[in-house]
């Protein structure tokens, strides 16, 4: 390893910028909190400010290809497309706490604000580590800002609960995970994930179960990230006990964040870099990771599928949703190509929109009703039609109904696994969507066919403000279901992660 | 007249947007707005019969956008003599539905007419679309607004027909993506780029291995049969039919069942020539199964409206024979019986729902000697019956005819006997609709409260008359329809003489190497 010269230190930040821009935000708004205690939007501004700060700076690095700090992270498309993604959804996330009543009206007023900024910032750090320990710090500092989060209102039990699982969980899966790449280092002698690339692709490794025992500890912390059978039982709890912006987040940028570390992990430490063979690259022979990911993604699809048919909680319900659709995100994994890549991208955009735009509506729901709970939304679609509508179309497009971005993303995974001749796996995942599509049309049955007991007057009213985040959320589901061109090309402009051909 | 296929697609679903914003008290505005729609819509497409030139089977009005290019999928419409006639019974019936909800819909008016044009649109782009992806577009779209129509404004047990409605037809669906996506790749090395474009895929899907192609052809078929439906497919059908409300039902039965049956010539048959003449066997066996299946369940029916929804299944199987029998006239048999069952099963589920408007119950046991009170209704009632079963002189008889006369001596169903079975279906049709009627309408009134109700209204004779117009003119005049659709179908058979069929069952089903052109 290189020793870190101040002048390489220099030259790496200017790299950094994103993320050192992140750092003066939490500060910042730590500040402004201590000074402001009552004022909470003030200090949610100054969040939405910084991140969006941070996000043009990321967006500048767009095409950039570099290694900074001697090889502990990188700089490339890929890296980019998600810290725009963690920047667009947390930003979301925190406007949402402005209109959440159980965050409002919770003891300690903005600190969730610089949490969140926090676990964005881990998030950068996840999409662009290159090295084994900076992916597990940079996990690390996700996990902490969530576990913290999850209890954010602790004066409720449930919440409290959920924290508790969370952590435990969590300590657990790292635990494990830092073992498998502690494993990887013995064998390697490496942390950097080029260097031992370069290493298991030289020497016969073929066929070690150590080296296949220690990819499925390393499973369990990615795993756990992004809530994937058989690392999935903290989700339903935590997702039902934490308050609903929270659990949008973990959702959402938590999950990316997962999938950006996972794939990053993956496509370059165990895939024989440069080596093509009729355009696609190869595995590094004896470690059959991608057998492994099928399994998980079958496993999470059916699992949390068939799981979320029975629940009537909505946030239960849509905590198996998010495991079935992490399972199939996956699905782009499994072959290994550049078209599997492209299609995950395509997936994340969408997913998105539509999961953070059902939890919006949940927190809608459960500002007026104070309860998760399907039968609790009897009737909603009389007494609120606008957001009733935009639930129905957030339901379609997580169920893939065509002319949302749900048909897209899965359309877009179905191509790359038919294309890669597996179509028993792609036959799998619509059977599972059919599945799915029983609990999210379940939703829109309790809005708009049951009728409650009691009159449907008076109508709910909400803020213009409600309106505005809920059409801001819907629009891009229902114009990149249609004209899906500008996602495809930014995906493909995105699928690329820097050392692979 | 150039986009005149997208003015039909898009006029009612953009128009309906603004039914969103009337004022809900307005009722009248309401009604009145989707009718005009609907008849403006009809309009148009009686301007593009006369437009059409009947003298080609090629696609005519054809209208071709890059949408997305990267999956290189067009906005690509065209309509031939097939999808005219489909176009013409979609934009018929909807006025008719439209006129028959102003009664019997009494909440949420203006979400309900919004999805009826939203569904008008949507259908109509189903039977233009030529490119695969646009066409499951549609093909999907539909679902949602029919979800709603059954759910919200369905009858006592809606809930559970429209999800098992929703459901059954999605898992056909989903099989039909991966049908297209699977084709567009294996059609790729021959064609030089991933197309969906049914007429450029239609020339190369038979360099597809023939195991591969019957995998294909297995992945769309299920889920056009699903739609037909046939036996033993259809148990959605009587659910979603008996609890849908009266314009649904006759939507459902008029058209969105034709979906299925149009799948089948346009896609299956189209696509996959050679898996289409290799499975007749299987789906020509499901087909006679269903004919006297749904037949026999009609007979013993205790309620109207399943009685009428499962004739649907029995006719519907006919038009499935006359499809895979192959020939001219069975083909065409099978087109024009697609209008008639729309035309007379759409009337049949219209009668009904007036009488359940007058006595809010179905059930055949609490009606009898109607022809009394109703005699206008009674009468009417048993013009369309007689259509339904047959009737020559009415249109039910020329395309019972054509399919008969085309299947007996098919020689891709290869034997009679699916004809002769089938055909004693007609008599199981004579069967159940008159004892249906001798129940109803003849005999003395037992029921005090039958004895009160008023005869047919001018607004019901409004939804019936036009259906009965066109019963009386296919059954003394068919030409004016069948000539629409003789050319295509010609085109669609084209390729398919008798030796040819002949050969083309003799293939092995073995993987054959693909040649490179």
């Known amino acids: 390893m290189q020793e870190l010269t101040l002048k390489q230190t220099l030259n790496s930040l200017s790299g950094f910028i994103p993320e050192t821009v992140l750092i003066a935000t939490v500060i910042v708004c730590l500040f402004l909190d201590l000074i402001l205690r009552k004022k909470s939007v003030i200090v949610a501004v100054a969040g939405i400010v910084g991140l969006l700060v941070s996000g043009y700076f990321a967006y500048l690095q767009f095409g950039m290809r570099e290694v900074i700090f001697t090889g502990m992270a990188v700089v490339d498309p890929f890296a980019v497309f998600f810290k725009i993604l963690f920047v667009v959804s947390t930003i979301f996330v925190i406007i949402f706490t402005i209109s959440s009543k159980e965050i409002q009206e919770s003891t300690h007023h903005n600190e969730h604000v610089y949490l969140m900024v926090a676990m964005a910032l881990g998030a950068f750090l996840m999409a662009s580590a290159s090295n084994m320990i900076m992916m597990y710090l940079s996990l690390e500092t996700v996990s902490i800002s969530s576990y913290i989060l999850s209890g954010y209102t602790k004066r409720i039990k449930r919440s409290s609960e959920a924290a508790m699982k969370y952590v435990i969980y969590g300590a657990a899966s790292s635990g494990i995970m830092i073992y498998g790449m502690s494993l990887i280092y013995g064998f390697t002698g490496s942390m950097n994930i080029y260097e031992i690339s370069a290493i298991l692709a030289k020497s016969a490794v073929t066929g070690n179960p150590v080296i296949v025992m220690s990819i499925i500890m390393i499973l369990a912390g990615f795993g756990y990230k992004i809530s994937s059978v058989p690392f999935h039982f903290w989700t339903p709890d935590v997702y039902e006990g934490a308050p609903v912006p929270v659990t949008a987040f973990l959702a959402v940028t938590s999950s990316a964040a997962g999938f950006a570390v996972m794939i990053r992990f993956f496509a370059v430490t165990f895939l024989q870099n440069n080596i093509l063979l009729n355009g696609k690259l190869q595995i590094i022979p004896g470690i059959n990771w991608t057998e492994i990911i099928v399994v998980l993604s079958v496993a999470s699809m059916i699992i949390g599928n068939f799981t979320a048919v029975w629940q009537q909680s909505v946030k239960r319900m849509l905590a198996y949703s998010s495991i079935a659709q992490g399972g199939y995100i996956m699905l782009g994994m499994t072959m290994a190509t550049q078209q599997g890549l492209t299609a995950m991208l395509v997936y994340l955009m969408g997913y998105l929109f539509m999961t953070l735009g059902a939890f919006y509506v949940v927190i809608l729901v459960a500002n007026k009703v104070d309860s998760d709970e399907l039968v609790d939304m009897r009737g909603f679609g009389y007494k609120s039609p606008v957001i009733a509508v935009f639930m129905a179309v957030f339901m379609f497009s997580l169920a893939g109904i065509p002319s949302t971005v749900g048909f897209v993303g899965k359309f877009y995974l179905f191509s790359a696994l038919i294309e890669s001749n597996m179509v028993w796996l792609a036959l799998v995942a619509v059977l599972n969507s059919v599945v799915s599509l029983f609990f999210y049309i379940k939703v829109l049955k309790y809005m708009f066919l049951m009728k409650p007991e009691e009159e449907l007057t008076p109508k709910y009213q909400y803020g213009i403000g409600n309106y505005a985040v809920l059409l801001l959320l819907a629009l891009p589901v229902m114009f990149f279901g249609l004209y899906f061109a500008p996602l495809v090309k930014i995906a493909e402009y995105s699928a690329i992660l820097i050392g692979l051909k | ?517």
Not at chain 2, 58 to 77: A, G, R, T
Not at chain 2, 181 to 195: D, E, Y
Not at chain 2, 247 to 275: D, E, H, N, Q
Request: aromatic fraction near 14%; proline fraction near 4%; charge should be positive.
């Open chain 2, 1 to 517: 007249m150039a986009n005149i296929l997208s003015i039909l697609i898009f006029l009612p679903i953009l128009f309906s947007i603004p039914i969103l914003f009337f004022k809900k008290d307005n009722v009248k505005l309401i009604k009145g707005y989707a009718l005009g729609i609907s008849l403006i819509t009809f309009v148009l497409s009686v301007a593009l019969y006369f437009s059409f030139n009947a003298g080609s089977g090629e696609y005519q009005f054809v209208q071709k956008m890059p949408w997305v290019k990267i999956i290189n999928s067009y906005y690509y419409l065209g309509v031939d003599g097939i999808s005219l006639l489909l176009i013409l019974l979609t934009t018929l019936i909807f006025p008719i539905s439209i006129i028959a909800s102003f009664n019997p819909i009494k909440i949420r008016i203006k979400e309900y007419y919004f999805l009826l044009l939203l569904l008008e649109g949507a259908l109509i782009g189903v039977f233009t679309s030529l490119d695969l992806v646009l066409f499951y577009v549609f093909w999907e779209f539909i679902l949602i607004p029919m979800y709603f129509l059954i759910g919200i404004w369905g009858g006592e047990e809606r809930i559970y027909a429209t999800v098992k409605f929703f459901l059954y037809t999605m898992f056909g669906s989903v099989l039909l993506l991966i049908g297209i996506i699977w084709t567009g790749l294996l059609v790729q090395p021959f064609a030089g780029v991933f197309t969906l474009d049914i007429v450029q895929i239609a020339t190369f899907t038979t360099y597809i291995p023939l195991d591969k192609q019957i995998i294909l052809f297995c992945l769309f078929t299920l889920g056009f049969l699903i739609k037909v439906p046939l036996f033993p497919f259809h148990t959605w059908l009587p659910d979603a039919h008996v609890q849908a409300p009266t314009a649904g039902s006759v939507i459902l039965a008029a058209l969105l069942l034709k979906m299925g049956t149009y799948g089948l010539i346009r896609f299956s048959l189209g696509l996959f020539p050679v898996a289409f003449i290799k499975l007749t066997p299987v789906i020509a066996v499901l087909a006679v199964i269903g004919i006297i299946y749904g037949a026999l369940l009609s007979i013993v029916q205790k309620d109207m409206k399943k009685l009428v929804a499962y004739s649907s299944v029995s006719h519907m199987g006919f038009i499935v024979i006359g499809i895979f029998a192959l020939t001219n006239e069975s083909m065409q048999g099978s087109v024009i019986q697609m209008i008639n069952h729309g035309l007379s099963t759409g009337a049949l589920f219209l009668f009904v729902g007036m009488i359940y408007e007058r006595r809010h119950t179905k059930l055949i046991a609490e009606f009898g000697g109607l022809r009394k009170v109703m005699p206008v209704f009674a009468a009417l009632f048993l013009v369309v019956s007689l259509s339904s079963i047959g009737l020559p002189g009415l249109n039910g008889f020329i395309g019972e005819f054509l399919i008969l006369l085309g299947a007996f001596n098919s020689v891709n169903l290869g034997t009679g006997w699916y004809t002769i079975v089938s055909a004693t279906a007609v008599i199981f049709s004579a069967v159940y609709l008159l004892w249906l009627y001798q129940r109803v309408m003849l005999g003395p009134i037992e029921k005090e409260e039958n004895k009160v109700l008023k005869d047919i209204t001018k607004a019901e004779l409004a939804t019936i008359i036009p259906l009965l117009i066109f019963i009386v003119w296919i059954g003394v005049y068919p030409n004016t329809f069948l000539r629409v659709s003789e050319m295509s179908v010609k085109k669609v058979l084209l390729n398919l003489d008798n030796t040819k069929i002949q050969m083309m069952k003799s293939i092995e089903t073995k993987p054959k190497e693909p040649e490179k052109n």
